[in-house]
Nanobody
Framework: VQLQAFGGGLVQAGGCLRL?????????????MGWFRQTPGKEREFVAG????????YYADSVKGRFTISRDNAKNTVYLQMSSLKPEDTAVYYC??????????????WGQGTQVTVSS
């Protein structure tokens, strides 16, 4: 199983980025997908999740209204559209496949992470 996250980078505050996570080696369409983020010295934090059919997206309060999660089961890919980015959004972002949950322990598979840096 491989989850490959990409699309991170350096962006100014107020800008946008779109992260993608391509999955292989698993039946992508039966898994809920999540995005998490982590900064040095802190625990991994839930950002957004979406169920297997693409419905019921839910978000951490800190990103609600700014981030949008979506998926394309035909392409085995989940996306995170990030807008109105803030410096506090700076982190390594991870995609994960598992149960519909905000807990990292409920996810079975993880990508390698992609760095997002928001400058003020």
């Amino acid at each position: 199983v491989q989850l490959q996250a990409f699309g991170g980078g350096l962006v100014q505050a107020g800008g946008c980025l779109r992260l993608s996570c391509a999955a292989s080696g698993l039946t992508f369409s039966i898994y809920s997908m999540g995005w998490f983020r982590q900064t040095p010295g802190k625990e991994r934090e839930f950002v957004a999740g979406i169920n297997w059919i693409g419905g019921r997206p839910y978000y951490a309060d800190s990103v609600k209204g700014r981030f949008t999660i979506s998926r394309d089961n035909a392409k085995n890919t989940v996306y995170l559209q990030m807008s109105s980015l803030k410096p506090e959004d700076t982190a390594v972002y991870y995609c994960a496949a598992g149960a519909m949950s905000g807990r990292p322990s409920d996810y079975d598979y993880w990508g390698q992470g992609t760095q997002v840096t928001v400058s003020s």
